[in-house]
């Protein structure tokens, strides 16, 4: 009986030496897997340097550009992460500002109408001068050509020369109707711009777009400000020769007038437009506008970095925000630096923070890390774009993308927002890292304003790199887009709060975490305007 109980104590404390040496190495790797922790005090050092006066109000292609560039690239040095764009920190951006004269007058047919008050026009073209000389006017509905909704407002009509007139949104806002397009959330083709590059494609000379405040997203007071200033864009080797010579807006009584002049009514041929079947119309007036314009050309700067993977390093998560914001106002009383310190100083900080975070991670990802701060985001998202049309990488390389367009800085909540909705696979993983922080994804409470469509990740969409939109402005403080938002108000508080921010920032970090270490290929949802594009990227070979 003794030699039994001897012999059972020795499996005994054999058991509890390999318990005790696993308990050990398991907290060891629990220890080693642990991530890095966010700090809201550099995160607070970052966006309170970058909203301040120093770099004033960092404008493109100013001297706060200048500023704001070398501080970004010495911070991705100080944190050890590598030149992104073909061995520089640096892609430059070639860019032109254009201004309108408004010394203008459009005439359709009899009638004449007055720039501001009744329609707004500029252009992307490089010239002194563009026309529109006895232009045959056509209704083109939505002007929206969507085979896989199964619409061609253009359908057997040639427009080449002619001026379009037609409406904002897309059928689904104007209808409510869930199964005409998305419904009330609005699509790609509902965008302004996506009616424009529809038009040049087919080789219209000009396009007015009939303003409704609530299709629209803003009243005409944003249509005119955007008009009737210098506009950045990205130019071509030809100055932009196959642009439109008018790219316009008009008021819907403007709308309302010139169809009356040709015995139509517009409120029964916008109801018509948004049911299956409708055919363009030529109204049978003619166009005349004569615009001058001032241009001038320049260049701008992305910031592009890169932490490399270590088993999956030919594939890249992109990780970006915006750094310009509208730098200093000629004519403005008083404080005339828009700082930007909510849009977009926090996002700008959030993936600084971020790329500390994975560059202290004791293992590298699998994957490699794309971090780009683009330029001139806030006058058409013309870093983007550069980048999206001049990628460091083939876009067949890149996983996904997350975009960070301001933060939360009013505190924790318990949700994340959501803009889009049904497009892609990442909204499915954005749920479920959600749910490991105990909160909800809150969709965006206003989608017919098509926010998705209005950021820096759009870009990369138009490419069909599929990406996530981090933006909260003014959701968790509505105070701020009423009194600071693109404003000199916007400006660094020591009253913000930083939780939400953490939340927020681990939520991200999680996400690339995950994927990261994963071969998973997030792809597009069925009936996503981008799944055909990325599919035909995806499928095509190496080297091509």
Do not use: C
């Not at 966010?38 to 404008?59: C, I, M, N, P, W």
């Not at 209005?454 to 969409?461: C, E, P, V």
């Amino acid at each position: 009986m003794a030699e039994d109980l001897s012999l059972s104590k020795g499996v005994f404390m054999r058991v509890l030496e390999v318990f005790l040496v696993a308990l050990v190495l398991s907290g060891v790797a629990r220890a080693a897997e642990t991530p890095v922790s966010f700090s809201q005090e550099s995160y607070k050092d970052y966006v309170k340097t970058l909203a301040s006066d120093h770099f004033e109000g960092r404008g493109p292609m100013t001297e706060g550009e200048e500023r704001t560039v070398s501080y970004l690239v010495e911070e991705l040095k100080k944190l050890g992460v590598q030149p992104g764009y073909q061995g520089d920190f640096i892609q430059t951006v070639p860019m032109a500002s254009i201004a309108a004269s408004q010394d203008m007058q459009l005439d359709i047919g009899e009638l004449s109408f007055e720039p501001g008050t009744d329609f707004v026009s500029r252009t992307q073209k490089m010239t002194k001068l563009t026309e529109l000389n006895d232009s045959e006017v056509v209704f083109v509905g939505y002007g929206i050509d969507a085979p896989e909704y199964g619409w061609n407002d253009y359908a057997d009509m040639d427009v080449k020369g002619k001026t379009l007139i037609m409406l904002v949104n897309d059928p689904g806002y104007a209808t409510q109707d869930e199964s005409v397009f998305r419904g009330n959330a609005m699509t790609y083709y509902g965008r302004w711009t996506y009616k424009y590059e529809e038009a040049i494609r087919r080789g219209a000379s000009g396009v007015f777009i009939v303003h409704e405040t609530g299709a629209a997203g803003y009243p005409w007071s944003v249509v005119e400000s955007g008009a009737t200033g210098s506009k950045y864009m990205l130019v071509d080797d030809t100055g932009n020769e196959n642009e439109l010579e008018a790219m316009g807006w008009i008021q819907s009584k403007t709308a309302e007038q010139i169809f009356a002049s040709v015995d139509l009514d517009f409120t029964q041929l916008k109801a018509a437009a948004a049911k299956p079947g409708f055919k363009p119309m030529t109204l049978g007036v003619k166009a005349n506008l004569r615009t001058t314009h001032w241009n001038k050309m320049g260049e701008s700067k992305n910031v592009v970095g890169v932490i490399p993977g270590t088993s999956r390093k030919d594939e890249y998560l992109l990780l970006t925000a915006h750094w310009d914001a509208f730098g200093k106002k000629v004519g403005v009383k008083g404080d005339n630096i828009f700082n930007g310190a909510v849009d977009n100083a926090s996002g700008v900080a959030g993936v600084l923070e971020l790329a500390r975070m994975l560059s202290e991670r004791e293992e590298p990802l699998q994957r490699s890390v794309l971090i780009a701060f683009f330029t001139a985001e806030e006058t058409g998202l013309l870093g983007a774009f550069a980048f999206a049309q001049q990628p460091p990488v083939p876009t067949r390389q890149m996983v996904g993308l997350f975009n960070i367009d301001s933060m939360n800085l009013a505190g924790a909540t318990d949700y994340v927002l959501k803009y889009g909705d049904g497009l892609q696979e990442l909204e499915d993983w954005l749920e479920d890292a959600a749910a490991g922080q105990g909160r909800r994804v809150k969709p965006d409470a206003n989608p017919q304003n098509g926010l998705f469509f209005r950021s820096d990740h759009f870009a990369l969409a138009q490419q069909g790199v599929p990406g996530l939109l981090f933006m909260d402005l003014g959701d968790s403080d509505p105070e701020y887009i009423a009194n600071r938002y693109h404003k000199p108000a916007d400006e660094f508080l020591e009253s913000w709060q930083y939780s939400g921010v953490k939340n927020d920032l681990n939520l991200i970090y999680s996400l690339l975490d995950k994927l990261g270490n994963s071969d998973a290929w997030p792809g597009w949802k069925e009936g996503a305007e981008f799944k055909h594009i990325r599919q035909s990227d995806l499928s095509r070979p190496t080297g091509n």
